[in-house]
């Protein structure tokens, strides 16, 4: 992978790496704490802890970062992690891949979700086997839904859970 950060306004997404991964899984934060980042308020939360196994499979399944798992979301002004951003693997025989997204509550309703999933989506939509993103959401989570219509995203059905979502590259 050559991209070792994304950038968008107000933050930077860095891969995840299977040593950071574990290390996190173990609750040792010595290594990102040594990269110059702290740790948002309630980072990592319950969300983040129960995502980080399925990082480290998506990270043993491809030997390292394709940018297709999982971004820690820093905020560029105090490089403060408040979440995760991603994909659940590479792009599929159909040329899609799934994209989700997690803030800390602390740092909820500021926008970063939306700009941390749209400049990792613009990312995804640059690479060549890339044809379209696919996301879900709870039927209750109305705030994920807004982000996702706001992104460009189009409602393909639901089930009693779950809203499932596609956006096409142009």
Request: aromatic share 8%; proline share 4%.
């Amino acid at each position: 992978m050559n991209e070792k950060s994304i950038h968008t306004q107000r933050l930077k997404l860095i891969p995840f790496t299977h040593r950071i991964a574990t290390n996190i899984l173990q609750e040792n934060y010595e290594e990102l704490l040594d990269m110059g980042l702290t740790l948002g308020k309630g980072w990592p939360d319950e969300d983040a802890m129960e995502t980080i196994p399925k990082i480290i499979q998506a990270l043993e399944r491809t030997g390292g970062p394709t940018g297709f798992e999982s971004w820690m979301i820093l905020t560029k002004e105090d490089m403060k992690i408040i979440g995760d951003v991603g994909f659940k693997g590479v792009p599929n025989a159909q040329g899609e891949v799934d994209i989700g997204y997690g803030i800390i509550e602390a740092e909820r309703k500021k926008g970063y979700a939306y700009e941390a999933a749209e400049g990792l989506a613009n990312w995804a939509l640059l690479q060549p086997d890339v044809k379209k993103i696919t996301a879900k959401c709870l039927l209750d989570n109305i705030d994920s839904a807004k982000l996702l219509v706001k992104m460009g995203f189009t409602e393909i059905k639901r089930d009693d859970t779950m809203i499932y979502w596609s956006r096409q590259k142009e």
